[in-house]
């Protein structure tokens, strides 16, 4: 596991801080989980490994997913049914997948996320 301590770790705080900031803003923006977004950076320009960077990414959903939630409700945009029914298959399916991804190698998670991205990204491209 990284730490980030004092010294020359502060200045990688301001650094994931704004890399924080900046995908808070696409995530609010696009309304898509910063996944697609932090993961690539902090495999990439972090050197943290991909099981770390998967992980750290879903601790951040929870925070962003209420405060752009909160926002998207004040406006009426939250269809609170859907909504709800969404929460309760991504809670099991997110059970199972942190437990399969601890077993799947780094290099095969990069490859599957990468798919995942382009087939995503073509998707919305073309529809």
């Known amino acids: 596991m990284r730490l980030i301590d004092g010294g020359e770790g502060m200045s990688e705080r ?8 900046f995908v808070g803003i696409l995530s609010g923006l696009l309304g ?11 495999v990439t320009y972090f050197s943290i490994s991909q099981h770390i960077a998967q992980a ?7 925070p962003t997913g209420l405060v752009s ?3 998207y409700g004040v406006h009426g945009n939250i269809d609170m049914p859907l909504a709800l029914n969404l929460i309760v298959g991504s809670i099991c399916g997110a059970s199972i997948g ?13 490859q599957l996320f990468g798919i995942l991205l382009m087939l995503v ?6 529809a």
């Not at 301001?14 to 900031?21: D, H, N, P, Q, T």
């Not at 910063?34 to 993961?39: K, M, N, Q, S």
């Open 14 to 21: 301001v650094k994931l801080s704004g890399v924080g900031f």
């Open 32 to 42: 898509v989980g910063g996944g697609i977004f932090i993961v690539p950076l902090l």
């Open 56 to 62: 750290t990414s879903m601790a951040i959903v929870v």
């Open 69 to 71: 939630s909160l926002i």
């Open 98 to 110: 942190a437990r399969v991804m601890k077993k799947i190698p780094a290099v095969r998670l990069k």
């Open 121 to 126: 990204g073509l998707r919305m491209v073309l």
